[in-house]
């Protein structure tokens, strides 16, 4: 059986979080219990209206 930090850590990484405070919000939320394959990647690209884009940064 896999522990709950044990699954927060890879799960942290994945998103960038390389320090505590990530590891510590996953394990407050009880995300690590939800399976992976139903997380949004971490190069995810949001689409919304308000959202401008790189092309306004040019």
Same mark, same amino acid.
């Given at each position: 059986? =896999?522990?709950?930090?044990?699954?927060?850590?890879?799960?942290?990484?994945? $998103?960038?979080?390389?320090? $505590?405070?990530?590891?510590?919000? =996953?394990l407050d939320k009880?995300?690590?219990? =939800?399976?992976?394959?139903?997380?949004?990647?971490?190069?995810?690209?949001?689409?919304?209206?308000? =959202?401008?884009?790189?092309?306004? $940064?040019?």
């Amino acid at each position: 059986m =896999i522990l709950g930090p044990e699954k927060a850590c890879p799960r942290a990484l994945l $998103y960038g979080g390389m320090s $505590y405070k990530p590891v510590r919000s =996953i394990l407050d939320k009880g995300l690590e219990q =939800i399976p992976e394959e139903f997380t949004l990647p971490a190069d995810a690209t949001l689409q919304h209206e308000n =959202i401008r884009g790189k092309q306004v $940064y040019q």
